[in-house]
């Protein structure tokens, strides 16, 4: 009789579920494809809307003209003074005069009890608690003690006028073995000046003041300042200011006072500066040209709404300026230039560029921006908020494409509901049947041993 075997052996459930439901995964699968390409597509808008938005960052100098406002200033006697810009103001030279510096007001005690300073912490008063001052017009109180019976130091007194803040700066000088506490304002100018008040007393001079006991030798009173603001003319102009950091003498230039004489500041228009600022707006134009051929090669293949926008931008370059003479002036960025590539970007010519600026500023300046709205900076920025708006084409490319992601993921729950039913129904049946072909095993081994036997 030929020996009867069992192949039969226990069934890998797991694997076989998890093998079916690879395949029952497939339409979930395609559905988060599909949520990763519309997010795709979200991101490139959004990379469409921060190109746009730099786009039209870099035309508001321009649609205002300050773009053409850069200068550069120069000094005569860098050991004078010196320059920079600011914005606005015009070329030409400026004769500068400086009679005196500000200064800040200056105070400094030496004596306690009529002697010098031995030491730093030398104890001024038991009993003092406060000190009153008046700056800028101002009553400011420094708390000297935390508590009753504490010792008011020379120290003491120094600290707790800097962390006061109160717009006086203090510190302790030593002079071989004797110690001057010197207090001055923080800022330059009669504005900004502090006096003595309280108990104490203030001679309104640079010496004679009293202090907390501390006096002012002869020595201590040459040392100490009072506050005056710098005087000087420009072109013949008075001029009085509270600090030697001058910004309105000069319309467009901050001057740096160094020293009383004279000196001359003279602004140039800065054709580096102005083509850099022009250079930027290209650049940003030409980006967003690059992103929207990025997007149409890419996520937003075949959108037309995409291609729109290169299209929009183009339409205001094709259209002149309103009432600007194009033949004996300049009507199109083309004239002065700045002209379109083949392959839709812009380029400018530099050279030619200054070339219209010397000709004719203010009718370059006319091309980027006007009273009458129709410069190529202003309609350009016109463009981009219809594009950049509520119902913008960004703005409607991101609603429809965010509507489709919120389709996928209602569609996605729904599956997965599906796939956790379905594979709990299958886990069930090859339970069973593995149950069952064990039990069939079982049977056909006690078979085969009893024909064994």
């Known amino acids: 009789m030929a020996a009867i075997t069992s192949s039969v052996g226990v ?9 079916l439901m690879m395949i029952e995964r497939q339409p979930l699968n395609a559905s988060l494809g599909k949520t ?8 490139t808008v959004g990379r469409l809307s921060s190109s746009l938005s730099a786009l039209q960052t870099a035309m508001t100098s321009l649609s205002s003209g300050r773009f053409l406002q850069v200068f ?3 000094v005569s006697d860098g050991a004078m003074a010196s320059v920079s810009t600011t914005t606005g103001g015009n070329t030409g030279t400026y004769q500068i005069s400086v009679d005196k510096l500000a200064t800040n007001r200056q105070l400094v005690f030496d004596r306690l009890g009529g002697e010098t300073i031995s030491k730093s912490d030398a104890v001024v008063s038991t009993k003092l608690d406060q000190l009153t001052f008046q700056v800028g017009g101002k009553t400011q109180t420094v708390k000297l003690i935390d508590k009753p019976g504490d010792a008011v130091t020379l120290q003491t ?18 002079n071989g073995k004797d110690y001057k506490l010197v207090l001055v304002a923080a800022n330059s100018g009669t504005d900004n000046q502090f006096s003595i008040a309280g108990s104490d007393h203030d001679s309104g001079n640079t010496s004679g003041s009293t202090l907390a006991g501390l006096t002012q030798s002869d020595a201590a009173g040459k040392e100490s300042l009072n506050a005056q603001n710098a005087s000087l003319t420009v072109n013949g102009v008075a001029v009085s200011a509270g600090s030697n950091r001058i910004s309105s003498a000069v319309a467009g230039v901050e001057i740096d006072l160094y020293k009383p004489g004279s000196f001359t500041v003279s602004l140039a228009s800065d054709n580096a500066g102005i083509n850099k600022n022009l250079q930027s707006f290209v650049d940003a134009y030409n980006q967003v040209v690059s992103d929207v051929k990025d ?3 890419g996520a937003l293949k075949g959108n037309a709404s995409i291609l729109d926008i290169q299209s929009r931008l183009q339409q205001v370059l094709s259209v002149g300026v309103e009432g600007a ?8 960025l083309s004239q002065v230039g700045i002209s379109l590539q083949k392959d839709g970007t812009l380029k400018v010519d530099q050279n030619a560029f200054n070339d219209a600026l010397k000709k004719d500023k203010q009718a370059v300046a006319n091309l980027f921006g006007n009273a009458n709205n129709t410069g190529f900076a202003q309609r350009f920025n016109q463009a981009i908020n219809s594009m950049l708006g509520p119902t913008g084409l960004i703005e409607t490319s991101k609603a429809s494409i965010k509507s489709r992601v919120d389709q996928e993921a209602q569609l996605q729950s729904s599956l997965q509901a599906r796939l956790d039913t379905k594979q709990s129904q299958l886990l069930q049946q090859y339970t069973n049947l593995n149950k069952t072909l064990a039990q069939m095993q079982a049977g056909s081994s006690s078979l085969f041993n009893l024909i064994s036997k």
């Open 325 to 332: 003479d194009p033949v004996n002036s300049y009507a199109f």
């Open 72 to 74: 550069k200033a120069s």
């Open 157 to 174: 007194i120094n600290d707790k006028i800097n962390a006061a803040g109160i717009g006086i700066n203090s510190s302790i000088v030593q």
């Open 11 to 19: 069934l890998d459930v797991q694997g076989i579920v998890s093998q």
């Open 295 to 297: 997007a149409r090669k």
């Open 36 to 43: 990763d390409q519309y997010n795709t597509q979200l991101s």
